[in-house]
């Protein structure tokens, strides 16, 4: 079945930080009416499901009027084309693929092996993304009017919606690896706002073990 609560999160991000475990976040928090909210970003790759990311300076979202007539705070979306819903595969600006595999950079997993150099670049390496969702972060925090909309799954703490995640590509999985979250229309992805400078940028996550091959269930091909 698909990911549960498919939802945008648009909001006024205040602050971040990196939250460790079996999977390692970078969590922004949001205000926003109904908040505050965290937003989990995926910065490090875990269990051999090395992440794929792209970082899209001067993106065009496919509907950015629909985007701007959001109301701040979390808005439940149904995954269906013509809409505001994400697909890496699927989804078009201007005629073309909205993100590729190809644009994609990998994000290694930290080295616990070998020299201390060698550890110290894998570190480095693996760092990218986290800089890069930290400088756009302060960027945001930086314009009074910047805002971030998460797309992914909205997630509740005693009964209130309080966050969202799974902030990647949610298809493709490997039937026996996390090919329950598989389907379409229901991407997740970060797309960042400033009015001030008039600019869009993109985040995009996926994970190597995902097919960009995809039938009409998600479930790849």
Same mark, same amino acid.
């Given at each position: ?10 909001? %006024? ?10 999977? @390692? ?12 909210? @965290?937003? $989990? ?5 875990? &269990?051999?499901?090395e ?11 496919? &509907? ?8 701040m ?10 809409? *505001?819903? *994400? ?12 993100? !590729? ?5 990998? +994000?290694p ?6 020299s201390?150099? %060698?550890?110290? +670049?894998?570190?480095?390496? $693996? !760092? ?11 960027? @945001?925090?930086? &314009? ?9 799954? /909205?997630?509740?703490?005693q009964g209130?919606? &309080? ?20 389907g ?6 970060l *797309? ?13 996550? $996926? ?7 995809? %039938? /009409? ?5």
């Open positions: 079945m698909p990911i549960t609560n498919y939802s945008v999160l648009a909001g %006024d991000p205040v602050s971040g930080k990196v939250v460790k475990g079996s999977s @390692t976040h970078y969590q922004i928090t949001m205000n926003a009416p109904g908040g505050p909210f @965290t937003v $989990a970003v995926n910065i490090q790759s875990v &269990d051999g499901s992440v794929l990311y792209a970082i899209e300076e001067e993106f065009s979202p496919p &509907d950015i009027a629909g985007l701007l007539a959001l109301p705070g979390m808005t439940a979306r149904k995954s269906v084309p013509g809409g *505001l819903s *994400l697909d890496y595969v699927r989804s078009q600006v201007s005629g073309r693929q909205m993100i !590729s595999r190809e644009q994609m950079t990998l +994000l997993q930290a080295n616990s092996k070998g201390k150099e %060698d550890q110290m +670049l894998a570190q480095a390496r $693996a !760092s990218a993304l986290q800089n890069a969702v930290v400088t756009l972060l302060n960027m @945001t925090i930086a &314009d009074k009017d910047g805002v971030i909309y998460a797309f992914g799954s /909205s997630f509740a703490d209130k919606v &309080d966050g969202i995640h799974d902030i990647h590509m949610n298809q493709g999985n490997p039937v026996n690896n996390h090919g329950g979250d598989n379409i229309w229901q991407d997740g992805a *797309l960042i706002h400033l009015p001030s400078k008039a600019t869009w940028t993109a985040v995009f996550i $996926a994970f190597q073990t995902e097919s960009w091959t995809t %039938d /009409s269930n998600g479930n790849p091909v």
